[in-house]
């Protein structure tokens, strides 16, 4: 079963040269929410998932540079 997303409020947030992090339990939809955002979006995006060791650490550092 298909359950609607909410691409719209997603296109409010999105703002040039800002990342966004949208984090959650496991296995309730965020991979392919931003998946499909972006696959109907025209914006220029990179891609990261908090799977990959580099990224975590940079996600999880208090360091502001």
């Known amino acids: 079963m298909y359950i609607p997303r909410a691409y ?4 409010k947030l999105c ?6 992090v949208i ?3 496991r296995r309730i939809g965020k991979t ?3 998946k499909q955002y972006l696959a109907k ?3 220029k ?4 998932t908090g799977d990959d060791f580099r990224t975590r650490q940079v996600i999880e550092s208090q ?3």
């Open 63 to 65: 360091d502001l540079q």
């Open 32 to 34: 392919t929410l931003v």
């Open 41 to 43: 979006s025209n914006r």
């Open 15 to 20: 703002k040039a040269g800002k990342a966004m």
């Open 45 to 48: 995006f990179r891609f990261e």
């Open 8 to 11: 719209d409020d997603l296109d």
């Open 23 to 25: 984090a959650g339990p």
